[in-house]
């Protein structure tokens, strides 16, 4: 089964850290472009990273120079450090899977981990 | 949002309903339009892809359409299931390869 679950969320005081991590099972991981989607509550999804086949890695203006994507080929894993968090980064993040067949499409989620960034 | 949506949206079982998403050059109008289908709580589904294709498995209850720099998302014989939020998104080339969502609309099955 296809397949993405991520872990790593919780709650951290403003400044803080933390990293999510997001394990893909049922396809060939490195095939595919991954990205980091969130949604705040009450408002809508809002992409936010993206880490490509050929190692090129895109942010939101945002989260530039505080969060760092990385990802684990052998390891199938996708990762976001988030580093000097700020309560406007409080939101559920979802890992998806970009499909190039289907114009990079997210064609699979995950059903999201919880970041909540408070004092 | 960069892309714009209507808030809500309503129907009654049976109707058909079409959900709008405004862009601009940079993003629609150069790009190809996807549809999510989110139910608070669980991970969001890809409903379209490509302005106008549905995965497998999607009904073809659903249907998308693009023209210039605006889309819509049809929902024909709605069904009660069909209440959820509904995202439209496409890539932007004005920001550096990011990725653009509407601001969504909840759909309510009166």
């Known amino acids: 089964e296809v397949q993405l679950v991520e872990s790593g969320g919780g709650l951290v005081q403003p400044g803080g850290s933390l990293r999510l991590s997001c394990a893909a099972s049922?396809?060939?991981?490195?095939?595919?472009?991954m990205h980091w989607v969130r949604q705040t509550t009450g408002n809508g999804l809002e992409w936010v990273s993206g880490?490509?086949?050929?190692?090129?890695?895109y942010y939101l203006d945002s989260v530039k120079g505080r969060f760092t994507i990385s990802r684990e080929n052998a390891k199938n894993s996708l990762y976001l450090q988030m580093d000097s968090l700020r309560a406007e980064d409080t939101a559920v993040y979802y890992c998806?899977?970009?499909?190039?067949?289907?114009?990079?499409?997210?064609?699979?989620w995950g059903q999201g981990t919880m970041v909540t960034v408070s004092s | 949002s960069v892309l714009t949506q209507p808030p809500s949206a309503s129907g009654t079982p049976g109707q058909r309903v079409t959900i709008s998403c405004s862009g601009s050059s940079s993003n629609i109008g150069s790009h190809t339009v996807n549809w999510y289908q989110h139910l608070p709580g669980t991970a969001p589904k890809l409903l379209i892809y490509s302005n106008n294709e549905r995965p497998s498995g999607v009904p073809d209850r659903f249907s998308g359409s693009k023209s210039g720099t605006s889309a819509s998302l049809a929902i024909s014989g709605l069904q009660s299931e069909d209440e959820a939020d509904y995202y439209c998104a496409a890539w932007d080339d004005s920001l550096n390869g990011h990725v653009v969502f509407g601001g969504g609309t909840k759909l309510t099955v009166l």
């Open positions: 049922g396809f060939t991981f490195s095939f595919y472009d």
């Open positions: 880490f490509g086949t050929a190692g090129d890695t």
């Open positions: 998806a899977r970009g499909n190039s067949t289907w114009y990079g499409a997210f064609d699979i």
